[in-house]
């Protein structure tokens, strides 16, 4: 049997914009209420009142830094209290800062790590618990195709993208049996202002197409779990 998602309450890290915004988006038009965070209030802001136009179900919006285990802490609780669980986590916030390796600074490579890697592991610490006593719930981690094709100036995004993906998989088999289903994804290049590195071209993956894909993985029946997604442009440039 497909479980229903109207009616569960969902959590998007990263969700003022990009992917995140699209998943929160077709999260909410399934009846899921809905929080997001990001680091600017305004944004924040700005993306509830964009979801709200479009959600059949609550829609609520925090400013907060998850890179911070303390932040992280601070909006779990704000989420519980507004939304009275999390029954399904999106790990999507990232940041993505491509230097050769000598350029890198040691903050340089804490920032990308702090929340790309540890960010997630702060997120899912505190949703787990919530997720055993309910009997279950989703983990979807945001990946990236560099979590298993390293490139030349992305030494800390692979690295934290690689680890991202073992974190993943670790988990799910830390906790399937507990009926939490964790799933890890990784798109290829996305249509989106994500760095200054990526500009927006219409061959690339939209947004959209990867909220579809997050969609089906949490409408899979109870029996099945999808633990791993890759996904690229069908036709990029020769």
Known sequence: MTFTLAGKAALVTGGTRGIGLAI???LGSAGVNVAICGRSRAGVD?????????????????????????????????VVGDLHGVDILINNAGLGIFRPTAELSVEDWQRVVDTNLSGAFYCCHEALPLMRKAG????????????KNPFAGGAAYNASKFALNGFSEAMMLD?????IRVTYIMPGSVDTDFSPRSAKASWKIAPEDIAEIVMGVLRMPERT???RVEVRPARPPK
Not at 58 to 71: K, M, N, P, Q
Not at 175 to 179: A, D, F, L, Q, V
């Open 136 to 147: 279950g719930g989703w983990i979807v981690n945001i990946s990236s195709l560099a979590g």
């Open 46 to 78: 700005g993306a509830v009142r964009e979801l709200a136009d479009t959600s059949t179900a609550s829609v609520f919006g925090y400013a907060a830094d998850i890179s911070s285990a303390d932040e992280v802490s601070r909006l779990f609780s704000s």
């Open 225 to 227: 779990l999808i633990s």
């Open 24 to 26: 929160a988006r077709s």
């Open 175 to 179: 906790h399937r049996n507990e009926g």
